[in-house]
């Protein structure tokens, strides 16, 4: 089974460092994505995204002609869909439309013996589900749920989530291990041989489509609970009069024992998001799963009575929020505590001066406020009456301790 082109379905955070690194193997790839502005942008050789290592590696390929970008779907022997997967209101409900409409698109260039692949982070099922958008589209090809137990379909489907770090996605798209799992034996052959085309590193380890999907909701549902412990254990230490980082410190002296670090929260589209799509599917087993998911959504909130409190006793105060994005040395605003805490301040009427070395403007969701402006780092630790340190960006280690004149939210 040869594979000599693929198409990324979705060129963002994970769907164009994906799209770069296949085609920086010298294979050819099609990018699909709604937006004309990224598609431009791509086939310009350049990003709309802050991810080290990336930009040249688009550039080159571009220039090689193995990367282009397009907005409607294209022909290729595999495809890889990495869109969002949002919730659809207030019960956190996810919301597989952009899975449905990527599936619904691509299944119009199918040909037998193409490979589907969803790499969209998902509830336990979806795959299934986007199996039956494919054939609902495509009634004249047959796919793992419509054929025989040792039959082969003429599409193959498998799921196969990323599991990458913003700020590291090049390496470890290369390096890290793959948990793969088709719909049938032919599928995760299939797909496993495609991800060995740009593995070259980790391993690419089969398993069914249900359990690589609840492989990837379970890695972040654990490490949610990990943090909920840390955040949990630094609002206690706060009453108590005690020093949570020297406590951490010295727990983590024994040698079974390692408590993270605590912050203003728990931030972008995957730790913050999958660990509610096992609540929602399992809301009288999830116990454990949903009181972390409860105590990380109530840190930013304590953060900001922390900072109300500090400055209380001033008039008309000057509030410096350093970092708006989910974690250190990214551009990456989506689910962010650090961006819910600083416009829940300006909200409140407070003078701030947001800080973040990775973006040129702020998000459209401030343009109503105009109490807030982004601001140069040494301006807003200049005119601030207190600095809140939200995110740890290189830009500020060994900068704020040094700035003894102000009072320090260290949030970190």
């Not at 995204?49 to 409607?72: D, M, N, R, Y």
């Not at 496993?192 to 990837?216: D, L, P, Q, S």
């Not at 972390?292 to 304590?302: M, S, V, Y």
């Not at 000057?318 to 250190?328: D, M």
Request: hydrophobic content about 45%; aromatic content about 6%.
């Amino acid at each position: 089974m040869k594979f000599n082109t693929i198409s990324i379905v979705g060129l963002g955070y994970i769907g164009l460092p994906t799209a770069a690194v296949i085609a920086g193997n010298g294979i050819r790839v099609k990018g699909v994505d709604v937006s004309e502005y990224v598609v431009n942008c791509i086939n310009q050789g350049k990003i709309h995204i802050v991810e080290p290592g990336l930009e040249l590696l688009v550039k080159t390929s571009v220039e090689a002609g193995f990367l282009t970008a397009h907005t409607e779907s294209q022909p290729a022997d595999a495809f890889l869909i990495a869109v969002p997967t949002p919730f659809k209101g207030d019960d956190y409900e996810p919301d597989l439309k952009y899975i449905e409409a990527a599936a619904k698109a691509l299944a119009t260039k199918l040909v037998k013996g193409n490979l589907v692949v969803l790499e969209s982070t998902s509830p336990i099922g979806a795959t299934e589900k986007m199996a039956a958008w494919l054939h609902e589209v495509r009634p004249d090809l047959s796919f793992p749920q419509t054929v025989g137990e040792g039959e082969i379909a003429d599409i193959l489907v498998a799921h196969c989530p990323e599991r990458v770090l913003p700020g590291q996605v090049i390496r470890e798209l290369v390096e890290n291990d793959r948990v793969i799992g088709g719909m049938d034996q032919a599928s995760t052959d299939a797909a496993t041989a495609v991800y060995k085309m740009f593995v070259h590193k980790g391993n690419c380890i089969a398993t069914n489509a249900r359990t690589a999907e609840m492989a990837k909701l379970t890695e972040n549902a654990s490490r949610d609970v990990q943090i909920a412990f840390a955040n949990e254990l630094s609002m206690i230490c706060d009453k108590q009069g005690i020093d949570v980082w020297e406590l951490i410190e010295l727990a983590n002296l024994h040698p079974r024992v390692n408590i993270l670090q605590p912050g203003a929260g728990v931030g972008g589209h995957c730790i913050a998001v999958d660990p509610w799509f096992i609540v929602n599917q399992n809301p009288d087993e999830a116990k454990l799963i949903h009181q972390a998911r409860k105590t990380n959504d109530f840190k930013p909130e304590w953060v900001i009575n922390k900072i109300e409190d500090a400055v209380k006793s001033i008039d008309n105060p000057k509030i410096a929020c350093l970092g708006l994005a989910f974690k250190p040395d990214i551009d990456d605003l989506r689910e962010s505590p650090a961006l819910e805490i600083t416009k829940a301040l300006a909200i409140k009427g407070y003078n701030i001066l947001a800080v973040e070395p990775n973006i040129d403007e702020l998000p459209a969701k401030f343009s109503s406020l105009e109490n807030i402006k982004l601001t140069p780092f040494k301006d807003a630790v200049e005119q601030a009456d207190l600095v809140a340190v939200l995110v740890k960006h290189k830009e500020f280690v060994g900068m704020v301790t040094s700035l003894n004149k102000l009072d320090f939210v260290n949030a970190k």
